[in-house]
């Protein structure tokens, strides 16, 4: 039973381009949660889903980014236009609903 | 907003020592829990307390919650170098339902000296 995955686990892009960052849940999980890390900070949330639906966006930026999570396949983050404030951790975390979180080891972006 | 917040921000003990970490919180909440994150790695699930305990022991691992302070503290007795980490706990801001996003703090950046 293979824990969340992320991928990639470093994606390094130039200014102005996109950013697709991947999770798989784990299996049965159809909850997914995304947080974004900045040098020395905790975590902060971004987005919660479940399966084609967003649940609470409070903690994502209004522009260049948004979440989904379709009904097949991986929750996909993407981020339009990055810029350099956007180098971060991404961290993907998945519950089957209640308690009970599951982190990914994480996407590092960098914006060069 | 941010919701957890640990002191102190760093700490830097011997190998054999005990280290204490402590964390506020300022809403409700139905759990506690710590994690812990190794430099440039993900995070790692250590102990969760429910908001009815006042203590739970995992290994040398031992965390307090105190409801009426909104505080809680977690201590790694007998540290070792491999404790080397950041640890940050996460509150779960008293939902029903349990689905809600945890909420984290900045964290502690423990360092063990061997």
């Known amino acids: 039973n293979a824990g969340v995955m992320q991928n990639p686990r470093h994606l390094v892009r130039r200014r102005g381009q996109e950013a697709r960052l991947r999770c798989s849940p784990m299996?049965?999980?159809?909850?997914v949660y995304w947080y974004r890390q900045l040098p020395e900070e905790g975590l902060k949330f971004m987005v919660y889903?479940?399966?084609?639906?967003?649940?609470?966006e409070s903690g994502m930026p209004k522009e260049r980014f948004s979440a989904e999570f379709p009904k097949e396949g991986p929750s996909i983050l993407r981020i339009q236009q990055v810029v350099r404030g956007d180098s971060a951790a991404y961290f993907c975390?998945?519950?089957?609903?209640?308690?009970?979180?599951?982190f990914g080891s994480g996407t590092r972006l960098t914006v060069v | 907003s941010q919701q957890g917040e640990e002191d102190p921000q760093a700490l830097s003990i011997q190998e054999g020592e005990n280290a204490t970490m402590n964390c506020s919180y300022k809403?409700?909440?139905?759990?506690l829990q710590w994690y812990r994150q190794n430099s440039g790695r993900g995070l790692v699930h250590l102990i969760l307390?429910?908001?009815?305990?006042r203590e739970k022991h995992s290994g040398r691992l031992r965390v307090t919650l105190d409801t009426s302070k909104k505080s809680s503290s977690l201590l790694i007795t007998a540290s070792r170098a491999a404790d080397t980490a950041s640890y940050f706990c996460?509150?779960?801001?008293?939902?029903?339902?349990?689905?809600?996003?945890?909420?984290f703090g900045k964290g502690t950046r423990l360092s063990v000296i061997a």
């Open positions: 975390a998945s519950s089957p609903g209640g308690h009970g979180y599951t």
């Open positions: 299996k049965g999980h159809s909850h």
């Open positions: 889903l479940q399966k084609e639906n967003i649940i609470d």
């Open positions: 809403t409700s909440i139905n759990n």
């Open positions: 307390i429910r908001s009815n305990e």
């Open positions: 996460a509150t779960d801001g008293g939902s029903i339902s349990g689905n809600t996003p945890l909420v």
